[in-house]
C-alpha cells in the first residue's frame, strides 16, 4: 500500500486493518478519527506549553510521550519519529529545535491525516462500487 | 477465528472457573480487564483482545481498576462489580497510578494477586520491565500492541490454572469439574518440570497449548522478555 510504501505509516497500521472484518468494517478509520480528535489535545497543549517562558521541559515532554504513543499505535511511521527527535530536543532543554522539530511535527500530522482521508474514501468508493 | 483447539481448552478451562464463580453465565470467555489512559489504545487493545474471542472491560485509570475489582475502597473484599477477571493488562505510564503501581496493589490484594498481570510500555527500558517482573507481572510488552502479542498473553490464563495448581487445586471440587475431568487430573498431578509427559494423554487439548507449559518449550526460550533483553543489550 503506497502511504507504507512511502513511510508515512508503518506494519501497525496493517495490523489494525486485520483486525477489520465484516462486522467491523471501519475500525480503522474510527481509530483515525479518533487519533485526530483526541490529539488535537495534545497538539494544543504543547503548542501552549512551547509558548511559555521559561518553557517547561518536563511537562512539555509528558505530552509530547502521550502524543507519540498515539502516533505509533496508529502506526504514523513519519509523525512518530519527529515526535523522537523532538523528545531528544526536549531531554537536551534545546528550545529551538523543540520549536523547529514542532512544526515539522504538525506538517506530518496534517498531510498525514490528508492522506488518509484520500485513502479512506477510496476504499469507500471501492466499497460502494 | 476460532481455532479448533483452542476452542476446548477454553470451554474446558473456563468450566473449572465457572464452578467458583459468583455469575456462573458469565464466564465463557477469558475476561480481561484493560487499563490505559489513552484513548486510541483503550480502542485497540479492546479490539485485540475481542478478536481474540476475550471479553474485555477497559478502563482508564488504575483507580478505576481498582474499584471494578472491588479493592478501592473495601481493601480485601471479595465483592465482585461484574465478572470475575482472568487477566489484567495495563500500560505503565498512565498519571495518577502508574501500571507499577496498580500491579502493586494487585499483588498485595489476597483475592487478586493470583490474576495474571501484563504490563504495556512504549519505552523499552530494561530496568522497568525487571521492576515489573519482579513485582510478579507475567510479561511485559512493548508497544504498540499486536495481535500476536495478545495470543500470547491468552496463555497465561490457562497456564497459570494449570500448572501452578493454584487454579485447578482450588476450584476442583465443584461438580462442572466432573465433565472434563482426565485432562486436569493429569497436568495437576504433574509439575512444571516433567510437564512434557502429559501432551500424549491429554487429547483434548491442543499441543501448543501444552506445550506452552512445559519449560523447555520453544514458547518459553522464546520469551518476550528474553526478547527485550536482548534487544536492548544491542
Given at each position: 500500500m503506497i502511504l507504507l510504501k512511502a513511510g508515512y505509516l508503518d506494519e501497525q497500521f496493517i495490523q489494525l486493518e486485520e483486525l477489520q472484518d465484516e462486522a467491523n468494517p471501519s475500525f480503522v478509520q474510527e481509530i483515525v478519527t479518533l487519533f485526530y480528535t483526541d490529539s488535537a489535545r495534545l497538539v494544543q497543549n504543547i503548542e501552549q506549553a512551547l509558548n511559555g517562558r521559561p518553557i517547561d521541559f518536563s511537562k512539555l515532554d509528558d505530552y509530547m510521550h502521550q502524543f507519540k504513543g498515539s502516533c505509533s499505535s496508529i502506526g504514523a511511521k513519519k509523525v512518530t519519529n519527529e515526535c523522537s527527535v523532538f523528545r531528544e530536543y526536549c531531554n537536551a532543554e534545546n528550545a529551538e529545535g523543540c520549536i523547529r522539530t514542532f512544526q515539522q511535527i504538525k506538517q506530518e500530522y496534517a498531510t498525514l491525516r490528508r492522506k488518509l482521508e484520500a485513502y479512506f474514501q477510496i476504499l469507500r468508493q471501492a466499497a460502494g462500487a | 477465528m476460532a481455532r479448533n483447539g483452542a476452542v476446548s481448552w477454553r470451554s474446558w478451562r473456563t468450566e473449572k472457573i465457572d464452578g467458583f464463580d459468583l455469575s456462573p453465565s458469565d464466564t465463557e470467555e477469558v475476561h480481561v480487564l484493560a487499563v490505559d489512559d489513552s484513548h486510541v489504545d483503550r480502542k485497540v487493545i479492546e479490539r485485540l483482545l475481542r478478536i481474540s474471542s476475550c471479553k474485555v472491560t477497559a478502563v482508564d485509570s488504575g483507580r478505576r481498576a481498582l474499584q471494578f475489582l472491588g479493592l478501592?475502597?473495601?481493601?480485601?473484599?471479595?465483592?465482585?462489580?461484574?465478572l470475575k477477571v482472568d487477566l489484567i493488562i495495563t500500560d505503565y505510564c498512565m498519571p495518577g497510578m502508574t501500571g507499577y503501581e496498580l500491579l502493586k496493589k494487585i499483588k498485595e490484594s489476597s483475592a487478586f494477586r493470583e490474576i495474571p498481570v501484563v504490563i504495556m510500555s512504549s519505552e523499552n527500558v530494561l530496568a522497568r520491565i525487571d521492576r515489573c517482573l519482579e513485582e510478579g507481572a507475567e510479561d511485559f510488552i512493548v508497544k504498540p500492541v499486536k495481535l500476536s502479542d495478545v495470543k500470547r498473553i491468552k496463555d497465561y490464563t490457562t497456564r497459570e490454572f494449570r500448572v501452578g495448581g493454584r487454579g485447578i487445586n482450588k476450584r476442583k471440587s465443584r461438580e462442572s469439574c466432573d465433565i472434563s475431568s482426565s485432562p486436569p487430573s493429569i497436568l495437576s498431578s504433574s509439575p512444571i518440570s516433567s510437564s512434557s509427559s502429559p501432551s500424549s494423554q491429554s487429547p483434548s487439548l491442543s499441543p501448543s497449548t501444552l506445550s506452552a507449559t512445559a519449560p523447555s518449550s520453544p514458547s518459553s526460550l522464546d520469551s518476550p522478555t528474553r526478547r527485550l533483553k536482548m534487544t536492548s543489550s544491542e
Open positions: - | 478501592d475502597e473495601e481493601k480485601g473484599s471479595n465483592d465482585f462489580e461484574g
